[in-house]
């Protein structure tokens, strides 16, 4: 079976995933990751590595209240792993969220886990796990390619309610999962390649860095299915 797609334009994403082990936190991480990134300097920091079957994040914030990761664009349907550490214990809380109001508990299944966690120095970090596909209809799957990830974080642990974050938010476009098995290059050997350059740019080692720029396609590009 053969659709065909009509293209006028394509958006040409890059971004660089700095694989630095420690990068603004002043703890040092709890294990070693295949992948981390500054999500705001001096701030927010990510590290987390993934196979086919689950993914472990290791979320370092500079805040003693509660921090949170997401996984989805925006927060209705948002599926969010919220914890804190309180009197040397970590807390960890499965949410889903249902609009722009504080998410609920899950109630279906709990998936995700905290593995490890601390305070020092004014920041907080917590090491987590989740499966990348619960088939749990209150959680959003992990998928190949890139992901859209969302957090926040509150400058109190929660008493019990979470206290709303305000402007403490953002929100990351990531490549969460790496191909384990790539198709060979065989199968590509008969298509027409086509390159999309950014010429006269600058690269940034030590930072994380995002182009993104709009070129015109080809009318109608065929895909087989």
Not at 174 to 192: A, D, R, V
Request: charge should be negative.
């Amino acid at each position: 079976m053969y659709l065909v797609y009509s293209f006028y334009t394509i958006l040409f994403l890059y971004w660089t995933v700095n694989k630095a082990q420690c990068l603004s936190s002043p703890i040092q991480p709890f294990s070693e990751y295949e992948s981390a990134i500054e999500l705001e300097p001096n701030m927010i920091d990510l590290h987390w590595t993934a196979n086919e079957e689950e993914i472990v994040f290791e979320l370092h914030m500079k805040t003693l209240g509660w921090i949170a990761l997401g996984l989805r664009g925006g927060m209705r349907g948002a599926d969010i792993g919220v914890g804190w550490i309180s009197d040397g214990k970590i807390h960890f809380e499965d949410r889903f969220a249902t609009g722009f109001i504080t998410p609920i508990i899950d109630n279906t299944t709990t998936d995700w886990f905290a593995l490890n966690g601390k305070e020092e120095n004014g920041w907080t970090a917590i090491q987590f796990k989740r499966k990348v596909d619960t088939c749990d209809p209150m959680d959003v799957a992990i998928k190949f390619g890139t992901n859209t990830l969302i957090y926040a974080y509150g400058l109190e642990d929660p008493n019990p309610n979470i206290n709303y974050h305000e402007t403490r938010r953002g929100s990351r476009i990531l490549p969460l999962i790496n191909y384990s098995n790539p198709p060979p290059e065989s199968k590509f050997g008969s298509l027409e390649k086509y390159e999309f350059r950014f010429d006269n740019t600058n690269y940034f080692e030590t930072k994380n860095v995002r182009f993104c720029s709009i070129f015109n396609a080809l009318s109608n590009y065929i895909f087989e299915n």
